[in-house]
């Protein structure tokens, strides 16, 4: 109940951030679909992608004029991450005598509570009725719940977190592209979106360095030394313009430069003089 209390109060404080700085250059808007996750694992294990997992979210953006070049903003959002490894396996040869592994996944699943701070350049096409984008974000990111699963034996259970063992605090960069489509205040577009994570899921064997003491949540003999999370999304959105005019960008014309330029003549008063003197 806590948990949900934090997570509904941080949206409300943002909402309502939003809506009193609103302005000509902001829109609120919202977002939510689906993606996958993994994780890179060293020393290297046997992983899979998992597909499926739903992501859902708030987002604010303040689009600047075009000297800056598109929008900057921020996001909120819930994602559910997490990796998938091979912790056992069985072998068997082929008909060229080469050895087949047959693996047993462990896969663990995790919330995330998700903070880009996104930079989004952009061009108008359609007479402005469609945007296209890249984006580029810095990522901070709390993690808690979840679940676990074995694959050979169907055990399962949820994932108790243990704070010498789990970091619930994630950094990383983001990166992808999208469109999206004007009509009036609104804008309806798709969005795909890379997170690459570059602090550990799992405190490394330095600091923690086996489970003998851990439960069937803890698969690792030995901790990880690297453990770091990715996910692809890709997210349906919709965004409020909160002036009806449209963007101060829209209308915004550069100031013409003053190109003229003395005009040389051999009869300037200069050159007269040394004439006459002659």
Do not use: C
């Amino acid at each position: 109940m806590m948990k949900q209390r934090i997570i509904k109060t941080l949206l409300i404080l943002l909402a309502t951030g939003f809506t009193l700085t609103a302005q000509a250059q902001h829109t609120f808007g919202i977002s939510g679909g689906a993606g996958s996750f993994n994780s890179r694992i060293y020393p290297k294990y046997e992983t899979k992608m998992i597909i499926g997992a739903p992501n859902f979210g708030v987002s604010w953006r303040y689009y600047s004029l075009p000297r800056f070049v598109g929008a900057v903003g921020a996001d909120l959002e819930y994602m559910q991450r997490g990796y998938s490894f091979g912790y056992a396996y069985s072998t068997s040869t082929d008909e060229n005598g080469m050895e087949k592994r047959e693996y047993s996944f462990y896969t663990r699943r995790l919330n995330s509570i998700m903070l880009p701070l996104v930079w989004q350049p952009h061009v108008y096409l359609a007479n402005k009725h469609l945007r296209l984008y890249l984006e580029a974000a810095f990522t901070l990111s709390y993690n808690f719940g979840g679940d676990y699963e074995y694959e050979d034996t169907g055990e399962r259970g949820d994932y108790t977190w243990s704070n010498v063992r789990d970091n619930r605090l994630n950094y990383g960069l983001a990166g992808g592209g999208g469109f999206a489509l004007l009509f009036g205040r609104y804008e309806f577009g798709v969005r795909a979106r890379y997170y690459f994570g570059y602090a550990d899921i799992l405190r490394n064997r330095n600091k923690y360095y086996d489970n003998a003491t851990d439960g069937p949540e803890n698969p690792f003999n030995l901790t990880p030394i690297r453990s770091p999370l990715d996910n692809i999304n890709l997210s349906l959105t919709l965004a409020y313009r909160f002036n009806k005019e449209g963007f101060t960008e829209w209308f915004y014309k550069p100031p013409k430069r003053n190109r003229s330029k003395r005009e040389f003549r051999f009869s300037q008063a200069g050159d007269t003089n040394s004439s006459s003197r002659r």
